[in-house]
């Protein structure tokens, strides 16, 4: 499929030893800055437009440096932070190096609290200055704050009127900026409370300070910080003085997941990020609950506690079928399920013509599913095979066996991804041809106009390749008939929790069930839907209705991906052309403890995503569908 910008990652760790244990165990007091490194780039998968890094030193004397931040672009973003950093110990003397105790007082990034962050800006803006994490800097330890996460905030207007109400003035108006600034609020209001508190009891001085980073409770801070939050988020915090917390959406829609023994605690986006860098199984890493947050002590110490009631649990399925690493043991188990589960549609599609069918993928991330769709035929084959050899009747012979039995399921890596498409070939169509051929084919791999060719892909959104590249390139081999598998369903609604679907008219579905519309002199629906929108625009988002709905009711499934074909299929393509779809069924059984499919249902978890569905819609109809109408 055409490559979507999808969600950051976050990391967090914390080093619960001096730093001379790990030079004694490890070998180097960079043990956590390693581990950091490892763990972002094993969720390379994430981030590739920007990275950062920050970390803290609890001890530190007055006038010297605790907190400490490096932030870069593109994407080798990762090795150029790490590189910043290790380019600070490179005057050093092998002595120094290995010094622990040296590192701790004289060296930046010698910490002990860490947090990491790889940036996709799917709906924000981009540049280094929108790069976590943010830092909001006071000369109390307790009140600095950096800041980072793997969210998209769906009410950032309501948030921004409330706090502007309150009398704070945000210096950028982005969501990322706005959480900043309600969180260091809350923060500030927290120590002072602190700081009257131990006045009153008759602290001075640097006492005051001591009492206040080892009382501080940064629950109270999140929880007054988050309570009217919509969207799809996991924050994770630190403070100057050493406390730390990451927090999941209590619809749980973005996955955190975390780990801790007694030398260190680390959260991450993805469990087997964990396991590898870490190398420990799968059930010693947990999952936070919706609505659960992840706290630490300066001391060390950490505890959970279910900062918002867990809501109508909505954890993305998307996340299963295309986002998260497939080594994942559960994901994997889960994308081979989603392939399986295709084996009847496809086998109408090829007319149970098995002999002459030859199966493939698109690489990569539909490969994993395309292993459990032969599993499936495999399994198909075998119950074939029993039933051939129970009507012969008798004990069948040894050529009789022998034919049955050699009956094979036909595999074949058909599609190679061959070229990534540069942006300095701007001139059209020099850059159309190019696009055309970003994939590749293995000649000689069917029987011309005999074979049936089935491809699997993990997901059709816009469609864009299929119809620049990979049907027209397909159909050099001169297949009978090519079948488009989707292991996901029909992408019909934009996303809005950290995905870059946000227009309607970039969704395949949406343009083929507007065209149907068009056709069959239905044009009404399309217009009662959007003054039902319009009527709403001005209603508390929580009254909304998602009216998008209406243009797809008319339809079947099988229609609408009958339509999606005329408009993909390119001209002169000899073959003819089917797309087969996950069924929303065949998704629940094979991810059921995912059950957040506003993608493909329109059931949007929260009501700011029914907000933002609505005034997309609004926005397609009134800057492309009338303006289309004055130009027929």
């Known amino acids: 499929m055409e490559q979507l910008k999808h969600e950051c990652g976050v990391v967090m760790l914390r080093l619960l030893k001096p730093l001379e244990y790990y030079q004694q165990k490890y070998g180097t007091w960079m043990y956590g800055l390693n581990k950091l490194y490892l763990m972002m780039e094993k969720q390379h998968n994430r981030g590739q437009e920007g990275a950062g890094l920050a970390c803290v030193k609890l001890e530190a004397n007055p006038g010297e440096e605790y907190m400490f931040r490096e932030r870069a672009l593109g994407t080798e973003a990762i090795t150029e932070i790490f590189a910043t950093v290790q380019s600070k110990f490179k005057d050093l003397t092998p002595e120094q190096l290995h010094d622990a105790d040296y590192a701790q007082r004289c060296l930046p990034f010698a910490g002990e609290v860490y947090m990491g962050h790889l940036r996709y800006s799917t709906t924000g803006k981009s540049g280094l200055s929108y790069v976590h994490p943010f830092l909001r800097r006071n000369n109390w330890r307790a009140k600095n704050l950096a800041l980072c996460g793997n969210f998209n905030m769906t009410n950032v207007d309501e948030i921004f009127e409330q706090i502007t109400a309150e009398g704070q003035h945000p210096r950028v108006y982005s969501d990322t900026y706005i959480m900043l600034e309600q969180v260091g609020h809350r923060l500030d209001r927290e120590v002072e409370r602190l700081y009257q508190q131990y006045k009153q009891e008759g602290l001075e001085g640097m006492d005051i300070t001591h009492a206040i980073e080892e009382n501080i409770d940064l629950s109270n801070v999140i929880r007054s910080s988050s309570k009217d939050w919509d969207g799809g ?290 044009r009404d629906v399309i217009e009662r839907a959007y003054k039902k929108s319009k009527d709403q625009v001005n209603l508390p988002k929580e009254q909304m209705v998602n009216y998008v709905k209406e243009i797809y009711a008319p339809f079947t499934d099988e229609e609408i991906s009958a339509k999606m074909v005329e408009l993909l299929t390119p001209q002169g393509t000899q073959a003819k052309t089917e797309i087969v779809y996950q069924t929303r069924e065949g998704l629940r059984e094979a991810c059921p403890n995912h059950l957040g499919d506003w993608y493909f249902s329109g059931d949007y978890p929260t009501p700011g995503g029914v907000k933002l569905v609505n005034q997309a819609f609004i926005n397609y109809i009134e800057q492309v569908y009338q303006l289309s109408l004055i130009h027929i």
């Open 233 to 522: 988020y996991v924050i994770c915090g630190l403070t100057g003085s050493g406390e730390s917390f990451a927090m999941r959406d209590p619809w749980g829609i973005r996955p955190a997941f975390w780990y801790m023994d007694d030398e260190i605690m680390v959260l991450a986006s993805e469990r087997p990020v964990i396991q590898t860098a870490l190398n420990v199984s799968a059930d010693s890493v947990h999952e936070l609950s919706p609505g659960q947050a992840l706290l630490m002590s300066k001391d060390g110490k950490m505890r959970l506690a279910q900062i918002n009631k867990a809501k109508n649990v909505k954890a993305c399925s998307f996340e299963r079928i295309y986002f998260s690493r497939g080594s994942d043991v559960d994901i994997y188990r889960e994308r081979k399920m989603l392939g399986e589960k295709l084996v009847e549609p496809i086998l109408k599609a090829v007319n149970y013509d098995i002999e002459h069918t030859v199966f493939s993928f698109i690489p990569n991330t539909a490969e994993v599913a395309f292993y459990g769709l032969l599993e499936g035929f495999d399994n198909y084959l075998n119950q074939l095979k029993i039933k051939e050899i129970e009507a012969l009747g008798h004990n069948p012979t040894h050529e009789e066996l022998d034919k049955i039995l050699s009956m094979r399921i036909r595999s074949e890596k058909v599609a190679i991804k061959d070229i990534k498409l540069r942006t300095f070939i701007a001139e059209g169509n020099s850059r159309n041809d190019l696009a055309a051929h970003v994939y590749d084919i293995t000649y000689g791999s069917l029987v011309p106009y005999v074979d049936n060719l089935v491809v699997i892909d993990d997901s059709i959104v816009r469609g864009t390749t299929l119809k620049q590249s990979i049907i027209n390139i397909l159909d050099r081999l001169h297949p009978k008939k090519i079948v488009i598998v989707s292991s996901s369903p029909q992408v019909r609604y934009p996303d809005y929790y950290g995905i870059d679907m946000a227009k309607m008219n970039e969704f395949i579905a949406f343009k083929a069930a507007i065209e149907l519309l068009k056709e069959r002199d239905m």
